[in-house]
């Protein structure tokens, strides 16, 4: 099975300080993502990657970044928590596109941030 | 681009009866269509998936789904529903055009009474 692993469950963090969210998935996935989820709001992209070192802005990238350095891991990043990043952020991965077709995005469990 | 509509925000059933959830996509051709449950503090699970071919797709844990071109749905349903199921529902769509990313529906949240 597709294990996809978060670093905390739960976070919470002072606005203005620097948060690190780790993910990490152990199938040799090339694909990895960042989500953001808010009741009502349901899952919104924030980025993603389609391998080592490269990068794509999602929906709404404003205020994070990431970085991937290696295939199994990708971080997402606040420079500068604010509270209105305070949400669940999710993380996923796939395998790369055969034949044309998106794969499967298998989750992990997810980081719930508070940011006071 | 594409979109996602979950018409239903919260549905209550009772232990027994059939389910049905409701989802809306917006694509100019024909989407992959996916299904996921998130139960209590977890990450979402794959439930089904639709590709092409058969449009009724069957799933886990007893459920399936039925993509209607015609009116653009792709609904979920459950001919008789258990207390385990009680959970919020996803739908999401992708596309052809060239990039991996799914878009999703705000979610269904589904409660079960005795």
């Known amino acids: 099975d597709v294990k996809v692993t978060q670093s905390s469950r739960y976070l919470v963090k002072r606005t203005g300080e620097k948060v690190f969210l780790e993910c990490v998935q152990d199938?040799?996935?090339?694909?990895m993502f960042w989500y953001r989820q808010d009741p009502g709001l349901g899952l919104r992209l924030i980025y993603f990657?389609?391998?080592?070192?490269?990068?794509e802005k999602g929906d709404i990238p404003e205020g994070y970044s990431v970085s991937r350095e290696k295939k199994e891991r990708f971080s997402l990043i606040l420079e500068s928590a604010s509270t209105n990043q305070t949400s669940m952020y999710l993380c996923?991965?796939?395998?790369?596109?055969?034949?044309?077709?998106?794969?499967?995005?298998?989750f992990g469990p997810g980081t719930r941030l508070t940011v006071l | 681009a594409q979109s996602v509509t979950q018409p239903d925000i919260h549905i209550t059933v009772s232990e027994g009866a059939s389910l049905e959830l409701r989802c809306n996509y917006s694509?100019?051709?024909?989407?992959?269509l996916f299904w996921y449950v998130q139960s209590p503090g977890q990450g979402l699970q794959l439930l089904l998936k639709?590709?092409?071919?058969?449009?009724l797709v069957q799933g886990i844990k007893g459920f399936e789904a039925e993509f209607k071109r015609s009116q653009s749905s792709f609904n979920l349903r459950k001919p008789s529903v258990h207390w385990s199921d009680a959970a919020e529902y996803f739908c999401?769509?992708?596309?052809?055009?060239?990039?991996?990313?799914?878009?999703f529906g705000t979610g269904t949240r589904l409660t079960i009474i005795p």
């Open positions: 996923a991965s796939s395998s790369s596109r055969v034949a044309g077709v998106t794969d499967t995005q298998y």
């Open positions: 199938m040799d996935h090339e694909n």
């Open positions: 990657s389609y391998d080592v070192k490269m990068k």
């Open positions: 694509y100019g051709a024909t989407p992959y």
């Open positions: 639709y590709f092409s071919g058969d449009t």
């Open positions: 999401a769509v992708g596309a052809y055009d060239g990039n991996e990313k799914l878009t």
